[in-house]
């Protein structure tokens, strides 16, 4: 768990990054004397945009910070008062005198943090259950559906197209198109919207990707739920769309086989899925 985050400092880190980001470069200025005729249409460096309720540059700016400032207080704004926020960075700013010193400053950051810790943690055990429940409670009916198969580890599947290819074996690489999506319905990834297919070795993703593909012939279509302990288990992926003991439906298609290679790691259990999610 990170610490809370010291938000002035943050603030000001990305105004500051912004500012550089902008600044012209030694190099530039050729480029910046080609594009004068639009510059000058645009308005000069340091003036200030048309936008209403903001009429000055230093408007805008602070208006600018104070989004920022807003973004790193999101996850904890039902437990801060904004007017005190406020009446704390006027004292600094206009060199008042604090209402805690230092020593006092580090406690309250301290107990702060551990009690974020502590609603988190809390909201994720919630969430675990939650989730358990419900994912057990759509296999127990979903298993009764007369085109769904379950194994003995619990994966479910259905065949929506069979091919008449080999199967993969455990230390294959495959290439494979799939979606995959919540219960819900919440789609959290797909080759089909990055556009080509990922390639994997087999072995590198969750156990139910494993069991799930290696029944399957090249060529065919098949739907998984994957249960939570075939999947990412009572963790999920930490900051990602998986949360914790969540149960997960995959539709792939297995298009080839590519013996004996290393593999892209691409697929889903796989570092470039959103984390590494290698099978546990």
């Given at each position: 768990m990170k610490s809370f985050p010291r938000l002035a400092m943050t603030a000001l880190a990305v105004a500051s990054l912004a500012l550089v980001a902008t600044s012209c470069k030694p190099g530039d200025k050729d480029k910046d004397a080609a594009k004068a005729p639009e510059a000058a249409e645009a308005g000069k460096p340091g003036d200030?945009?048309?936008?209403?309720?903001?009429?000055?540059?230093?408007?805008?700016?602070?208006?600018?910070?104070?989004?920022?400032?807003?973004?790193?207080?999101?996850?904890?704004?039902?437990?801060?008062?904004?007017?005190?926020?406020?009446?704390?960075?006027?004292?600094?700013?206009?060199?008042?005198?604090?209402?805690m010193d230092e020593a006092q400053t580090a406690q309250v950051r301290e107990a702060f943090a551990a009690k974020i810790q502590a609603k988190r943690i809390a909201e994720m055990m919630a969430a675990a259950k939650k989730n358990l429940t419900e994912g057990e409670t759509f296999l127990a009916a979903n298993g009764k559906k007369p085109d769904v198969k379950t194994t003995a580890s619990g994966l479910q599947y259905q065949v929506i197209t069979e091919g008449k290819g080999a199967k993969p074996a455990a230390?294959?690489?495959?290439?494979?198109?799939?979606?995959?999506?919540?219960?819900?319905?919440?789609?959290?990834?797909?080759?089909?919207?990055?556009?080509?297919?990922?390639?994997?070795?087999?072995?590198?993703?969750?156990?139910?990707?494993?069991?799930?593909?290696?029944?399957?012939?090249?060529?065919?279509?098949?739907?998984?739920?994957?249960?939570?302990?075939?999947?990412?288990?009572?963790?999920?992926?930490?900051?990602?769309?998986?949360?914790?003991?969540?149960?997960?439906?995959?539709?792939?298609?297995?298009?080839?086989?590519?013996?004996?290679?290393?593999?892209?790691?691409?697929?889903?259990g796989a570092p470039q899925a959103g984390g590494d999610h290698a099978a546990h």
């Open positions: 200030a945009l048309k936008i209403p309720g903001l009429a000055t540059e230093k408007q805008q700016a602070s208006y600018m910070i104070g989004l920022d400032i807003a973004k790193t207080l999101e996850t904890v704004k039902d437990d801060i008062d904004l007017a005190t926020i406020n009446k704390a960075m006027k004292t600094a700013l206009e060199g008042g005198k604090p209402l230390t294959d690489n495959v290439r494979v198109h799939y979606k995959g999506t919540l219960l819900n319905g919440t789609e959290f990834d797909s080759s089909y919207t990055r556009g080509e297919p990922a390639e994997f070795m087999l072995q590198q993703v969750v156990p139910g990707w494993q069991e799930g593909i290696a029944l399957m012939p090249v060529g065919s279509k098949y739907k998984f739920w994957i249960p939570s302990k075939l999947g990412y288990g009572e963790q999920g992926t930490p900051g990602g769309p998986i949360g914790p003991n969540a149960t997960l439906v995959f539709e792939v298609e297995l298009l080839d086989i590519a013996k004996g290679g290393a593999g892209q790691a691409q697929g889903p």
